[in-house]
């Protein structure tokens, strides 16, 4: 039985919803929605599933971009609902005839949805039996007949007018939010963009990986990178780098004084924190950054659109549909810019799951949209992606460590930051660069070696703190994390430390011993903060790594509201030029922000991740 549905602007007004359908929702599915799904990009998808105490339901939602209206139907999940997808098309068809923005209630809607629910019904039931019967045919005339229930048959479906601004256009296309894979298989139009290669339709010229392949070169190139020396003669530069590294001599570079940051023994003992902070200097992360003119890059990003357009479209074409204007935007259209985006995303890193749901959410914001008079579809696909990389990177909520320390200074207890991650990606590192940023400004700092599984991870650590000149809280190797990091935090709160910095063993996702004692560690001390340390370099590995340690924590806690990862803070990003993909699947697969970017090895080499740079460099 449907439960609920809803229809609402993108502002959040409900316009109309349905009083008749059951009883009042458990829980709060439809902010879930907004929340979770919505707002993260990630409304390509065909459904969402929400989970609350006592309720299991399904969403299924569809866009009329053109008005700015979401519909929403809300199901039990163990229903299996086979005519949601109709019904929703089918409203949405019926109320955008209706809607005027003036008008905030729509009382007259109801009987014209119990009609269009019948309708629904029947025609699923008719459905049913059409599979049935068509069970012993051959595969092609199974799914022709598919195609031809699903789209061409009531008008009420609007699947068989000329509504342009629902995006059903009569060929099978039921769904505006990307649930008609199955319906393309035998419409052919939907075989002209996988012919096309290289953004022409005439053929000639290199397919579009090669394309971005020598956009990156000419990227290097305006930096001072010599790419076509390096690509036409590779094998004369692995020679030079091994002669390099054989003559290289460490004494040379920098003074003695610098590199005697791990002495153990330091007979002035008091002074060493001002010899730290004479040396290193101020952390990036009060550093104000300084925003650099971008119209260079905007004139090399609107030539660089003028030429692909033309070559996918025509010199002509082209003008004449930006010229013309109010285009409606179909799912055909914006294929081949579609994908030429996410081949550029993928060269940079960002996983190719991620990147094929971000396309298909951008092509269900966009579909059924009008094109504006002077306006290429290339330019619209670009603003809209940049529109959504910008929502993903944005925090969903605002994380002011030191707004949180002193108001957990106030209640008498220290702030306790765990740090967790796979091994080798620099934990203990960036645990002292963030401890040198806290003492910064003014606060004080306790470190816990939590890490009782590494060979010479506590001694690691303390050479951290002795140069930090920071306690430290240790017992040896071979006890439990969870014990020894709750004895800190108790050593902590007698001595009024503001801050315990917990630093944990490295340990691969798939290890199920050690997840279990970070998940014992976590629920036992209850940190304020959780941060996932990841490398900038990890590429495809970080959706795994980072879904992973998610799932083990939500399955290996013992309550209900399992505590998942909080932030993350990204290594080695100075390694990696322009190929920052990681961070957008990080923040993507876990929803958890970026809040500390590593970039060096000093203890200043701790910066904010800064949103539109990474935007800037995903998608030049």
Not at 274 to 282: F, H, L, T
Not at 363 to 380: M, Q, V
Not at 388 to 414: F, M, N, W, Y
Not at 439 to 453: E, K, R
Request: proline residues 3%; charged residues 30%.
């Amino acid at each position: 039985m449907l439960e609920q549905l809803l229809i609402f602007t993108r502002g959040g007004l409900i316009l109309w919803t349905c009083k008749e359908l059951g009883n009042a929702l458990k829980g709060s599915p439809i902010d879930t929605l907004i929340r979770s799904c919505l707002l993260e990009e990630r409304s390509g998808a065909a459904s969402y599933n929400y989970d609350a105490p006592g309720a299991a339901y399904t969403l299924k939602w569809t866009f009329h971009n053109e008005l700015g209206l979401i519909f929403v139907a809300v199901y039990q999940r163990i229903l299996h609902l086979l005519y949601v997808d109709d019904l929703l098309s089918m409203v949405k068809h019926e109320f955008s005839q209706l809607y005027d923005p003036k008008r905030t209630v729509y009382a007259d809607f109801d009987d014209a949805f119990r009609q269009l629910r019948k309708e629904a019904e029947v025609r699923a039931e008719e459905m049913k039996k059409t599979k049935q019967v068509a069970r012993p045919v051959s595969a092609s005339t199974n799914k022709h007949g598919l195609h031809k229930s699903g789209g061409d048959g009531d008008h009420n479906s609007g699947g068989s007018g000329n509504d342009a601004a629902d995006g059903d256009s009569g060929n099978g296309r039921t769904l505006e939010n990307g649930n008609s894979s199955k319906v393309y298989e035998n419409d052919p139009r939907s075989a002209r963009p996988k012919v096309v290669k290289g953004g022409k339709e005439n053929g000639g010229g290199s397919d579009i990986g090669a394309f971005d392949v020598n956009k990156l070169k000419n990227l290097r190139s305006k930096a001072g990178k010599k790419t076509d020396t390096v690509v036409s003669k590779a094998p004369k530069v692995e020679q030079k780098k091994k002669i390099t590294k054989k003559n290289r001599v460490w004494d040379d570079s920098p003074p003695e004084s610098k590199l005697d940051f791990t002495d153990p023994v330091d007979e002035k003992g008091d002074e060493n924190v001002a010899v730290v902070a004479a040396d290193e200097g101020e952390s990036l992360m009060d550093r104000e950054e300084i925003a650099s003119s971008e119209s260079e890059n905007e004139e090399d990003e609107e030539v660089e659109n003028a030429k692909s357009n033309g070559k996918k479209k025509g010199w002509f074409s082209s003008m004449f549909r930006g010229i013309g204007g109010n285009t409606v935007l179909e799912k055909l259209d914006l294929e081949p810019a579609l994908k030429a985006l996410k081949d550029r995303l993928m060269t940079k890193n960002v996983a190719e799951e991620i990147a094929e749901k971000l396309c298909e959410s951008v092509a269900a914001s966009l579909e059924g949209k009008k094109l504006g008079s002077f306006t290429r579809i290339s330019s619209t696909v670009q603003m809209a992606m940049e529109e959504a990389l910008l929502r993903i990177l944005t925090p969903r909520r605002s994380i002011d460590i030191l707004r949180d320390v002193h108001a957990a200074k106030e209640q008498g207890k220290p702030y306790v930051v765990v740090f967790v991650g796979v091994n080798g990606v620099g934990k203990s590192t960036n645990l002292a660069k963030v401890a040198y940023w806290l003492l910064q400004h003014n606060i004080s700092v306790m470190m816990a070696a939590c890490d009782t599984f590494r060979s010479g991870a506590v001694e690691q650590l303390r050479t951290h703190a002795r140069r930090l000149q920071v306690p430290i809280f240790e017992k040896g190797y071979e006890k439990d994390p969870a014990v020894v990091a709750k004895e800190a935090i108790q050593e902590a709160t007698r001595n009024k430390s503001d801050v315990v910095l917990v630093d944990t063993a490295g340990r691969m996702q798939d290890n199920e011993p050690l997840m279990r004692a970070l998940s014992k560690l976590i629920y036992l001390n209850n940190p304020d903060l959780v941060l996932f340390v990841g490398e900038a370099l990890v590429g495809n590995d970080a959706v795994d790594q980072l879904s992973k340690f998610n799932q083990k924590l939500a399955d290996l806690s013992t309550t209900l509201n399992a505590r998942l990862i909080d932030g993350i803070l990204l290594t080695k990003f100075d390694t990696i030029d322009d190929k920052v993909g990681a961070a957008l699947s990080m923040v993507y697969i876990s929803g958890a922000p970026v809040m500390f970017v590593g970039c060096g090895q000093s203890y200043t080499d701790l910066t904010k991740l800064n949103a539109k740079s990474i935007v800037k460099a995903l998608l030049k």
